[in-house]
T-cell receptor, first 112, second 115 residues
């Protein structure tokens, strides 16, 4: 069966520090991968999605970037964090051509 | 692009009562409508979904209905239990075309079931 792993679960980072969040999927090949951000426990905003290695599409302009160095690995990064980057970050995956999307357990990022 | 509106934002019911959450969507090309349940501090969990070729789907105590003409769909939970308390999200997607499976979410409903 397929599983999605996301880490770390919580992270406290100072303003101006770099960020790297990682997400991996097991049990499938060539999945669609997504990064969402959720503010204040409500509303999921799509940040990035990827349909293949090295293929990244950005949905909103921001201080973040994403990369997909391997088929089932998706990384969310920032060179310098802002206070406004605080939030709950969720990775998700779906199979190509299949509707269902499944989420990881999320990373709570607090920028101080 | 797609826009999904969800109501109510909060819903409080007594254990055993039914709960109904409603969503409307704007893009007539959307053809897949999932519902997610999110417990505190966790990722959303897919609980039920419906495709545009059916009007209703049921899974034990939960059911979803879809009205394509009116572009709205609803989640129905019967015989609610305290463990149903969570935030519920509806979403819409055009599962074909070039949308790459991107989901557009409603703003969520905080459901509280009182014992």
């Amino acid at each position: 069966s397929q599983t999605i792993h996301q880490w770390p679960a919580t992270l406290v980072q100072p303003v101006g520090s770099p960020l790297s969040l990682e997400c991996t999927v097991e049990g499938t090949s060539n999945p669609n991968l997504y990064w969402y951000r959720q503010a204040a426990g409500r509303g999921l905003q799509l940040l990035f999605y990827s349909v293949g290695i090295g293929q990244i599409s950005s949905e909103v302009p921001q201080n973040l970037s994403a990369s997909r160095p391997q088929d089932r690995q998706f990384i969310l990064s920032s060179k310098k964090l802002l206070l406004s980057d605080s939030g709950f970050y969720l990775c998700a995956w779906s199979e190509q051509g299949i509707s269902e999307a499944f989420f990881g357990q999320g990373t709570r990022l607090t920028v101080v | 692009g797609e826009n999904v509106e969800q109501h109510p934002s909060t819903l409080s019911v007594q254990e055993g009562d039914s709960a109904v959450i409603k969503c409307t969507y704007s893009d007539s090309a959307s053809n897949y409508f999932p519902w997610y349940k999110q417990e505190l501090g966790k990722g959303p969990q897919l609980i039920i979904d419906i495709r545009s070729n059916v009007g209703e789907k049921k899974d034990q105590r939960i059911a979803v209905t879809l009205n394509k003409t009116a572009k709205h769909f609803s989640l129905h939970i019967t015989e609610t239990q305290p463990e149903d308390s969570a935030v519920y999200f509806c979403a819409a997607k055009n599962a074909g075309g070039t949308s790459y499976g991107k989901l557009t979410f409603g703003q969520g409903t905080i459901l509280t079931v009182h014992p």
